[in-house]
């Protein structure tokens, strides 16, 4: 079998240095300020520092990408996570509404070249919620932190 040098290009999880956005929804905030604080912990617990960190409060899911996209103008932060949560009710809103934040906050990503992570829960019912918001199903805003981290720090080893 032929040998071949491969370069891999890896992010860590180290958070020393890095400033990260965070962007919340205050509807459902008793589940986003559990995504909240799981992303904090999370950001610490890698050796990151709490003053790093920049809260944005907005509305609702809805607004969220509006609020990432002005921290992004900033040119002041590794990374920006994005922590809301949309319960299904008896119309069809959440659809429309997780459909549009999740590609909202893609394209700036893309555009900005700035990782944007995606803790947003997208839940049937309350029950759901509850268990993304750290119970039995983990925490979003713990994964959309890790996520911030080690892309920030594979931007980082790319350029």
Do not use: W
């Not at 909240?36 to 960190?53: N, S």
């Not at 002005?70 to 429309?96: E, M």
């Amino acid at each position: 079998m032929e040998k071949s040098n491969v370069v891999v290009l890896e992010g860590n999880f180290k958070a020393d240095g890095l400033k990260i956005g965070a962007v919340c929804a205050r509807f459902n905030d008793f589940f986003v300020n559990r995504l909240l604080e799981g992303a904090k912990d999370t950001f610490v617990r890698h050796g990151g520092k709490l003053e790093d960190i920049t809260v944005a409060y907005v509305p609702g899911s809805y607004e969220i990408p509006f609020a990432v996209k002005k921290l992004l103008q900033t040119g002041k932060f590794d990374a920006v996570i994005a922590l809301g949560v949309v319960i299904q009710g008896a119309t069809p809103h959440a659809g429309y509404i997780n459909s549009e934040v999740a590609k909202s906050l893609c394209q700036l990503g893309l555009e900005s070249g700035t990782p944007v992570t995606y803790g947003m829960i997208t839940a049937e019912d309350i029950e759901q919620a509850i268990e993304r918001s750290g119970t039995k199903a983990g925490n979003k805003g713990v994964d959309a932190m890790n996520a911030a981290i080690e892309m920030a720090n594979l931007s980082k080893v790319i350029k």
